[in-house]
């Protein structure tokens, strides 16, 4: 590419700031093998070769991991410990082993084919963040498949000054290694917000751009390129103009940076004294730490899909409760809320017998499949209740469409807490139980529910898809996917509504929570708490803090005056950019 011709191109922003430098290209030797048939003869040393390569590959993720340590890391060193896991992982191992035997075809050969079938069984699932669990799956069969080719990453600890590092992808054990060394920043071909890598780029706090799609085409190395991992845009070759523009920005998002971290220990309250509870999601324990730098009260929403995926063998009531029990004791004295298995049983093929569903997100999925499989969900609310006495836990139920599910859950739940007393095991007897709002149906029996329910947590991903009939990840209808449009607003404010005249608390858990566009509208909405990731947090503070609740119910009466999103997106953002310029000076350009 010509050296005088800048190229701008968008992508995802997953870790935000701003970074100007020169561009490395990480090359992977790339993992291509010849599929080849074995005799009978070789299918030993075949899965001979396939488990060397598996110790090797786990002796190398050991030696990242202790090096992270080391150098004063810890809290990221769980990354590496689900790939280990992952290639520990029964299914992967005996799967491919399987195929080796049975078909009589090389290791690699048989590793990518395994790798195929998950990667298939992931595709099916609608929830972006374990979707992107697929992509673990894959940097680990790269891993092992690199070693079986003799494949070589280049090594970062090469760079002799800063750079900025451009792959078409990097695995976790890559991210993490970034900042020891030389690295201010990454751009990728692919990649998701919900990644693993994204989760450690951000906490990081290296600027990053993911799913560029080609970025690795226009660069070739030592070129200076712009990363804005705020607005998802890198620049490849930039103007002498443009990088002036840039050096502003990134000047000015530095002070704001440092200026929102000021606002991480104070309450988030309006100034005539509304208290908005902030809380965080999260999937790791590891996590917590974060959650505690930001300043939250406690975890709005606690996945518990990991530890049932990758493995042959279903988490039993112990794994669980010492999983809730540590949660429980790092978070205290906040709350922890866990939400309960939502998974499909097409997830669990290798332990039921199920029917194939052409659509498993309107099928087995969640609070359904957990009826129908109670001793699956009995295990894990067995573990929540023993793990009840360590801390505050309270109990979330997702995709509950109706009350009939509400009370099926509400009896199973007393037949476990009896097992339990039986047992003369100690738990919290009156431990809350909450239901997620996600479905149309549960919005219109929300007044029936919450005469049930303990509290309620809005799930506003699937609310919105669901309600609108849209697939956000489908290209060509995605443009409907609108938080704003009335139905959403007034969708929220029903819920909001009868909640508290049941006198339960209601809060968003869903991507919206976490956008500092839509706070005031919270506000109006009078919601109790919000629910997003750590380091939203001191922004939406900032918004609260500079705020009243009366503004709050005032910019809400005109939001329901409106009859389209566009309407009422062009009003808020103008509204926000008038009330705090410094930070949402983007919205008006």
Same mark, same amino acid.
């Not at 992952?86 to 790798?115: G, P």
């Given at each position: 590419?010509?050296?005088?011709?800048?190229?701008?191109?968008?992508?995802?922003?997953?870790s935000p700031g701003i970074i100007i430098g020169k561009a490395a290209p990480l090359?992977?030797?790339?993992?291509?093998?010849?599929?080849?048939?074995?005799?009978?003869?070789?299918?030993?040393?075949?899965?001979?070769?396939?488990?060397?390569?598996?110790?090797?590959?786990?002796?190398?993720?050991?030696?990242?991991?202790?090096?992270?340590?080391?150098? *004063?890391?810890?809290?990221?060193?769980?990354?590496?410990?689900?790939?280990?896991?992952?290639?520990?992982?029964?299914?992967?191992?005996?799967?491919?082993?399987?195929?080796?035997?049975?078909?009589?075809?090389?290791?690699?050969?048989?590793?990518?084919?395994?790798?195929?079938?998950?990667?298939?069984?992931?595709?099916?699932?609608?929830?972006?963040?374990?979707?992107?669990?697929?992509?673990?799956?894959?940097?680990?069969?790269?891993?092992?498949?690199?070693?079986?080719?003799?494949?070589?990453? !280049?090594?970062?600890?090469?760079?002799?000054?800063?750079?900025?590092?451009?792959?078409?992808?990097?695995?976790?054990?890559?991210?993490?290694?970034?900042?020891?060394?030389?690295?201010?920043?990454?751009?990728?071909?692919?990649?998701?917000?919900?990644?693993?890598?994204?989760?450690?780029? !951000?906490?990081? $706090?290296?600027?990053?751009?993911?799913?560029?799609?080609?970025?690795?085409?226009?660069?070739?190395?030592?070129?200076?390129?712009?990363?804005?991992?705020?607005?998802?845009?890198?620049?490849?070759?930039?103007?002498?103009?443009?990088?002036?523009?840039?050096?502003?920005?990134?000047?000015?998002?530095?002070?704001?940076?440092?200026?929102?971290?000021?606002?991480?220990?104070?309450?988030? $309250?309006?100034?005539?004294?509304?208290?908005?509870?902030?809380?965080?999601?999260?999937?790791?324990? @590891?996590?917590?730490?974060?959650?505690?730098?930001?300043?939250?009260?406690?975890?709005?929403?606690?996945?518990?899909?990991?530890?049932?995926?990758?493995?042959?063998?279903?988490?039993?009531?112990?794994?669980?409760?010492?999983?809730?029990?540590?949660?429980?004791?790092?978070?205290?004295?906040?709350?922890?809320?866990?939400?309960?298995?939502?998974?499909?049983?097409?997830?669990?093929?290798?332990?039921?017998?199920?029917?194939?569903?052409?659509?498993?997100?309107?099928?087995?999925?969640?609070?359904?499949?957990?009826?129908?499989?109670?001793?699956?969900?009995?295990?894990?609310?067995?573990?929540?209740?023993?793990?009840?006495?360590?801390?505050?836990?309270?109990?979330?139920?997702?995709?509950?469409? *109706?009350?009939?599910?509400?009370?099926?859950?509400?009896?199973?739940?007393?037949?476990?807490?009896?097992?339990?007393?039986?047992?003369?095991?100690?738990?919290?007897?009156?431990?809350?139980?909450?239901?997620?709002?996600?479905?149309?149906?549960?919005?219109?029996?929300?007044?029936?529910?919450?005469?049930?329910?303990?509290?309620?947590?809005? *799930?506003?991903?699937?609310?919105?898809?669901?309600?609108?009939?849209?697939?956000?990840?489908?290209?060509?209808?995605?443009?409907?996917?609108?938080?704003?449009?009335?139905?959403?607003?007034?969708?929220?404010?029903?819920?909001?509504?009868?909640?508290?005249?049941?006198?339960?608390?209601?809060?968003?858990?869903?991507?919206?929570?976490?956008?500092?566009?839509?706070?005031?509208?919270?506000?109006?909405?009078?919601?109790? @708490?919000?629910?997003?990731?750590?380091?939203?947090?001191?922004?939406?503070?900032?918004?609260?803090?500079?705020?009243?609740?009366?503004?709050?119910?005032?910019?809400?009466?005109?939001?329901?005056?409106?009859?389209?999103?566009? @309407?009422?997106?062009?009003?808020?953002? $103008?509204?926000?950019?008038?009330?705090?310029?410094?930070?949402?000076?983007?919205?008006?350009?």
């Amino acid at each position: 590419m010509s050296t005088s011709e800048e190229k701008v191109l968008k992508g995802i922003g997953v870790s935000p700031g701003i970074i100007i430098g020169k561009a490395a290209p990480l090359e992977r030797q790339r993992t291509t093998f010849i599929p080849r048939r074995v005799t009978v003869d070789q299918v030993i040393s075949e899965v001979k070769r396939f488990e060397a390569a598996i110790e090797k590959s786990k002796g190398e993720l050991e030696e990242v991991k202790q090096r992270i340590v080391e150098k *004063g890391f810890r809290q990221h060193s769980y990354i590496l410990d689900v790939h280990l896991k992952l290639m520990e992982d029964r299914m992967l191992r005996d799967e491919t082993i399987k195929m080796i035997k049975e078909r009589l075809v090389n290791t690699e050969w048989a590793l990518k084919a395994t790798l195929d079938k998950i990667a298939e069984a992931f595709d099916a699932i609608e929830d972006e963040y374990l979707k992107e669990r697929k992509e673990d799956i894959k940097h680990v069969v790269e891993r092992i498949l690199r070693n079986l080719i003799g494949g070589e990453l !280049r090594a970062i600890e090469d760079l002799k000054e800063n750079m900025i590092v451009v792959a078409h992808d990097l695995s976790p054990a890559d991210t993490i290694q970034l900042n020891l060394q030389r690295v201010i920043g990454f751009v990728t071909d692919i990649g998701g917000k919900t990644s693993h890598t994204a989760i450690v780029s !951000r906490s990081l $706090e290296i600027p990053a751009v993911v799913g560029l799609e080609d970025i690795t085409t226009y660069v070739r190395g030592g070129e200076t390129i712009i990363v804005d991992g705020t607005e998802g845009v890198v620049i490849v070759d930039p103007s002498l103009a443009t990088i002036n523009s840039y050096h502003i920005k990134q000047q000015h998002y530095r002070y704001l940076e440092r200026e929102l971290l000021k606002y991480s220990p104070l309450k988030a $309250e309006t100034q005539d004294g509304y208290h908005l509870t902030l809380q965080a999601n999260i999937e790791l324990i @590891e996590e917590v730490p974060a959650v505690i730098q930001y300043g939250a009260e406690g975890i709005g929403l606690y996945r518990t899909e990991y530890l049932y995926l990758n493995r042959k063998t279903l988490p039993d009531e112990e794994e669980h409760f010492q999983v809730y029990r540590r949660l429980a004791e790092e978070i205290a004295p906040y709350p922890a809320t866990i939400r309960t298995l939502d998974l499909g049983g097409d997830k669990f093929a290798s332990h039921l017998e199920l029917a194939e569903e052409m659509n498993p997100a309107m099928g087995l999925r969640a609070i359904r499949f957990c009826l129908m499989e109670p001793d699956i969900f009995k295990a894990q609310l067995r573990g929540i209740l023993r793990a009840s006495i360590y801390g505050k836990v309270k109990i979330l139920l997702p995709m509950i469409s *109706g009350v009939e599910e509400l009370r099926e859950v509400k009896a199973i739940l007393e037949d476990v807490k009896d097992e339990l007393r039986t047992r003369g095991i100690a738990f919290d007897p009156e431990i809350p139980l909450g239901v997620m709002i996600e479905i149309p149906s549960a919005v219109i029996t929300a007044d029936i529910l919450a005469r049930e329910a303990d509290f309620f947590s809005i *799930g506003t991903n699937d609310l919105i898809q669901y309600s609108l009939a849209i697939d956000r990840v489908n290209e060509h209808v995605s443009y409907l996917y609108e938080p704003l449009h009335p139905a959403i607003v007034r969708n929220i404010k029903r819920v909001v509504d009868v909640a508290h005249e049941e006198g339960i608390e209601v809060g968003i858990c869903g991507e919206m929570a976490a956008d500092p566009l839509y706070t005031l509208i919270f506000l109006g909405l009078e919601l109790d @708490e919000l629910s997003m990731h750590p380091i939203a947090i001191p922004r939406v503070k900032k918004v609260l803090r500079q705020s009243t609740r009366t503004e709050g119910d005032g910019i809400l009466r005109k939001v329901l005056e409106f009859s389209t999103a566009r @309407e009422t997106e062009q009003f808020i953002r $103008e509204k926000m950019a008038e009330r705090f310029p410094e930070d949402f000076i983007q919205c008006t350009e």
